[in-house]
């Protein structure tokens, strides 16, 4: 079977600073409104092209000794992190320190200078560090899910509420909650407790601000 060749284009490169000790990702001017949204103090997962390691002889490699020690018996590349692969693709979850302009100063990476990016995601707990939650993915109703600051909002799906009957609000988990990076679950009973909450918060607003929200489309109660 014949493979046709992949096309991806580098959004930006490492570039280290030795004297200051700095790291950071030289976003292409073209791509500089994808950076839009991140913010200082963000993860985010990085997606490096190892171009020093992209050679045919080291496509070929497929067992290596794990981080480069012979005494470690000969493994499947897939089993490592190795830059020897046949596609040299990198992965890092790094914390975002600033931002100025197209540079993002990130944690220090054993990338060397110039290395191409070729994606930046944001870090997201439930993808990216699986832990059980109550709630399976295709039980989440991603299409239906809310951004309000940096709070994400993604309720259960509802079509099989009918065989529910008997269970009590406390142990049927309703919605997923993102905040930032980190996940949680809130059953209904927790769901209506945050509600009437949220309702209280609501009616200690100053009576100008409740005004207000209520001339900008009735977003209050």
Known sequence: MKFEP???????HVRKNEELQETYIEILPEFREAVDGLRNGDWIKLVLWFHESDTPVRRRV???????????????????RSPYRPNPIALYTVRIHRIEGNRLYIDWVDAMDG??????????ER???????????????????????EVNVIPRKSGHLDELEEVSPEEYD???LEI?????????????????ALQG???????????????RGGRSP
């Open 6 to 12: 992949l096309k991806i284009l580098p959004v930006g």
């Open 62 to 80: 497929l067992k290596v000794h794990p981080y480069g020690n012979p005494k470690n018996p000969l493994t499947g590349v897939f089993a490592t």
């Open 115 to 124: 290395t191409p990016v070729v994606d930046i995601k944001i870090f997201v």
């Open 127 to 149: 993808y990216d560090c699986p832990k059980e939650i109550p709630i399976e993915e295709r039980e989440a109703h991603i299409r239906e899910s809310r951004m309000i600051g």
């Open 174 to 176: 309703a919605v997923i």
């Open 180 to 196: 930032g990076p980190k996940t949680t679950t809130l059953t209904a009973g927790e769901l209506v407790e945050l509600i009437e």
């Open 201 to 215: 918060v609501y009616e200690n607003l100053p009576v100008e601000i409740r005004d207000r929200l209520r001339k």
